[in-house]
T-cell receptor, first 118, second 114 residues
């Protein structure tokens, strides 16, 4: 059971370059998320998706784009990379449900992508 | 206002001792879930324990327990019998019933020494 996989593990970009971070989950989870974690800091939500074809902005969406054409895949696109986007990027997924009104879903995280923009 | 607050940037504990990591939260939603995640130096995020707002008892998972004090809006993580492998960052998170997102605290770095 692979869980949440992310590629690549590491990447160095030059300012102005573009790239796509790939995320795939094989748990049939409906919700997927992209976070960034700056050194010594907590996680900040970039974008999330509650199902195929539906995406929404998180706390720090500027400079990023996402799409969700299938349940399994949730790629994150960086256009015109900037040094401020140097960070570790985590993808996560969950099967979101309410049990008696309570959100009980646990998020499962990928291993992360370490991105450096020079 | 911060929804999740972890006031301890760093904690030290001796091996085999218990340690409490603090977490307070702020919400007006009566339905919410509280989560703790561990992030070792290798970087992955590992789910530890969950507490629902309607749960009458404190959650426990092996050496982890959650000291849930609803009236004080606190959800402290207690690690009993600390091990060297417990050295990591620990994040508290909350999801409100009406929301699609987890909100994370800033984390506490725990170091266990022999």
């Amino acid at each position: 059971n692979a869980g949440v996989t992310q590629t690549p593990k590491f990447r160095i970009l030059k300012i102005g370059q573009s790239m796509t971070l790939q995320c795939t989950q094989d748990m049939n989870h409906n919700y997927m998320y992209w976070y960034r974690q700056d050194p010594g800091m907590g996680l900040k939500l970039i974008y999330y998706s509650v199902g195929a074809g539906i995406t929404d902005k998180g706390e720090v969406p500027n400079g990023y784009n996402v799409s969700r054409s299938t349940t399994e895949d949730f790629p994150l696109r960086l256009e015109l990379a900037a040094p401020s986007q140097t960070s570790v990027y985590f993808c996560a997924s969950s099967y979101s449900r309410l049990a008696g009104g309570l959100p009980t879903d646990t998020q499962y995280f990928g291993p992360g992508t370490r991105l450096t923009v020079l | 206002a911060q929804k999740i607050t972890q006031t301890q940037p760093g904690m030290f504990v001796q091996e085999k001792e218990a340690v409490t990591l603090d977490c307070t939260y702020d919400t007006s939603d009566p339905s919410y879930g509280l989560f703790w995640y561990k992030q070792p130096s290798s970087g992955e995020m590992i789910f530890l324990i969950y507490q629902g707002s309607y749960d009458q008892q404190n959650a426990t998972e092996g050496r982890y327990s959650l000291n849930f004090q609803k009236a004080r809006k606190s959800a402290n993580l207690v690690i009993s019998a600390s091990q060297l492998g417990d050295s990591a960052m620990y994040f508290c998170a909350m999801r409100e019933g009406g929301a699609d997102k987890l909100i994370f605290g800033t984390g506490t770095r725990l170091q266990v020494f022999p």
